[in-house]
Every structure is written in structure tokens, then in C-alpha cells.
């Protein structure tokens, strides 16, 4: 095991920082981490060090070369320096973000965070968790009588969706560092929006076990993505300085939307009926395409990274040809890899 890179860059062997850092950061780009610690130990060296270039597990191509090779000495030249640097910056409120008052540009981490948490409440999730019995009585067929009998069978089957939904959301913990946050949330939204197709199916073809077996099959899918990863995204997409302002401005647009389901939601099942879930199918599908063309993938990877990749406007953020060229990597000797990273 090399030494620890921040006892080397406060003893100004800013090189071997480098090569320690990497070791620890396998297929990782260190160039914003080295110069977190070199601004924050006030070390100063005039080496250039090389980086490999970060392996991309998420499709996305980096939007610059220029991260390859990063002058240690002075002000590093990244879009996040103020994020990496742990410069002294105050919190910045809302109108300053606004007016793009900030010291990076977060318009699209920003974009990815409040997506997110308002449309968490739009794939449906919480019209099951309110009015699961009410759905359940109709999809089941229970007569009256039945109803009245407590507890009924739609009673049952809502506390196990209770249930299976606390169970997904554990398995998230479990996955989150494995597989991304990115591949979770397609997984997820990918997942909710068959299940909603499902359950219409279910519904108007009165086959109530495809219906049950669908609803079950949303809470899982949400639960293993929509549910955990937006309440993530502010704290490893946002800079601290605008973490404050836009995580009170995240929260209160969830609550909102959750506010406004809650208000539609019963209005909806007295229009559509048994084409209940079809609007709600059609929206995850949306989020679908929303977060593979938009939102970048957070997994080990730094803020000063995320805004140096990503601290401009809205913008794609999945290449296929990325994505391609990473497929063709899998399998190829460590010096190989790098080779084409630095290429």
C-alpha cells in the first residue's frame, strides 16, 4: 500500500500524491481530488501530473481532454476550482442562483436535482400508497359485504405492498454502491412504467392476480430506485455553498407535488377508471428517456468532478459512441486501458 496522499502533498511530493491517489482511485480520474488537497494544504509544485482519464460506467463521454494533464502550481484550471478548492464562499440564495450569481455553472446539476425530487411523486407511487385498499376493492371485485369485513383481503394485500416497498428500499442500500445511481434509476423507472401497463392490463381484461402481481412489481421497481436516489442527488450533484438554498427548494417542490397527486389522484380514478395507470405508464417512460439522455452518474465520483464534466447549460449527457468505446475496454489488461484513456 502506497503512503497517504495527503501526507505527501503536505510534504510537497506532489508526484507521488499522484500516483498514491491513483492507486487508491483505479479507473478514476484523481486530478480534482489531487488539487482539493494540494489547495487545502497550501502545497505548491510545479509538476505536471499525468491522470488517467475516468472510465465512464454510465455511457456518458467527459465534455474536455483538457482534465488529462492538470498544472498543480496556481489556480487549477477546472469549471469547479471554487468546489475543489474549499475556498471560503458564503451560501448563495435563491435569486443569485437564479441570476447565475454563482462561482461554477450548476444549471444542469441543478436541472438533474429538482427533476428528480418533483417527479418522484409523478410516477404514481403515492396514489398506491393512499388509496392502495380503495384500488385493491375494485381490481379484486369484493363485494360490500366483503368490504365491510375487516380485515379483508384488499386490506391484506395493501399491508404487504407496505411491506415489499421497505424491502426494495432496503435492497437499494445494497445496490446503490454496486450498480449506480444512474442504472438504478433507469431500472426503476423502466420498471414502474411496465408494471402501470401491466396493472391496466390487468384491470381491463379483469384478471385481478396480473393486476396484484403488477402492483407488487411497481413497489419493488420504485422502491429500488425512485424512491432512495432522488433524496440523493442535492448533496452529490450541488456545490455546499448552493447545497443549503437548493435542498429547502427540492424539499418543498416534493412536497408540493405529492400535495398536488393527492388532489388528482382521486379525480383521475373517477374519469379513467380502469385506464387509471395508463397516464402514469406513459409519464415513467418520460422519466425514463429524461435520466439516459440527462442525468450523469454520481457514483465515486467527487463534485469537483461532477461540475467539471458538467457545470454548463442543460445538456445530453449520454453518448453512444462512449458507451460503445467502453464495452470494447472490458477485458483489456489495466496498461492497455490506460493507453487508450490517455490517448
Known sequence: MPESPKFLVTQGRTAEAGSALQFLRPGYSIANELQEMIASSGARDSNVIPVVGPVDEAGFA???????????????????????SGANIGSVGLIDIIKGRTPDVIWHTLFCTLFLMGFQQWTGAKGIVFYS?????????????????????AQWVTIGLAGTGILAVLASMNLIDRLGRRRLLLISTGGVSAACFIIVIGRVCHASVLAVIAMFAFKIAYGLG???????????????????TMSGIASALNWTMIFIIGLLFPVLARLLRSYLFLPFAMLNLVGFVVV?????????????DILFHHGRRIHIVFSPTAWMRRRRLVGKPAVATMAENLA
Open 62 to 84: 467527459p465534455d474536455s481532454a483538457s482534465e488529462l494533464k492538470v498544472a498543480v502550481e496556481g489556480k487549477p484550471e477546472t469549471a469547479s476550482f471554487h468546489s475543489a
Open 133 to 153: 385498499t380503495e384500488i385493491l376493492v375494485k381490481v379484486l371485485g369484493l363485494s360490500p359485504s366483503q368490504v365491510r369485513q375487516t380485515p379483508n383481503s
Open 226 to 244: 425512485m424512491a432512495p436516489i432522488p433524496w440523493l442527488t442535492a448533496s452529490e450533484m450541488l456545490p455546499y455553498y448552493a447545497l443549503g
Open 292 to 304: 439516459l439522455l440527462v442525468v450523469p452518474e454520481t457514483k465515486g465520483r467527487h463534485i469537483s
